[in-house]
């Protein structure tokens, strides 16, 4: 069975950044830069997380994810996330300060 996932990351590293990103777009969709949606069977849920355990320092880096519950096919499914408005995940390219 399918579950949805929320999945977020805070990398200190650049390198180790870059690979998480490309780590979550392939296993979900971006809502922000650092979140993703991901839609994943359990075997797959399980191969993610030991992937990011291997990518990670975890004396400095911090990934999350999160449950959202069992989805019944793709196709259907609507995610307990409305995203309003811009929707295009720019690439990161640099440092941002806010």
Known sequence: MLRAYLLCYDIADPRRLR???????????????????CVLRRADRVRLAARVDGLIDRRR????????GA???????IPPVEVFGSQEILSQSGSVVA
């Open 19 to 37: 690979a998480m990103f490309r780590l979550a777009k392939a296993h979900g969709k971006p809502l922000q830069y650092s979140v993703f949606i």
């Open 61 to 68: 880096d911090r990934v999350v994810i999160l449950d959202l």
């Open 71 to 77: 989805v019944p096919d793709r196709e259907s499914w």
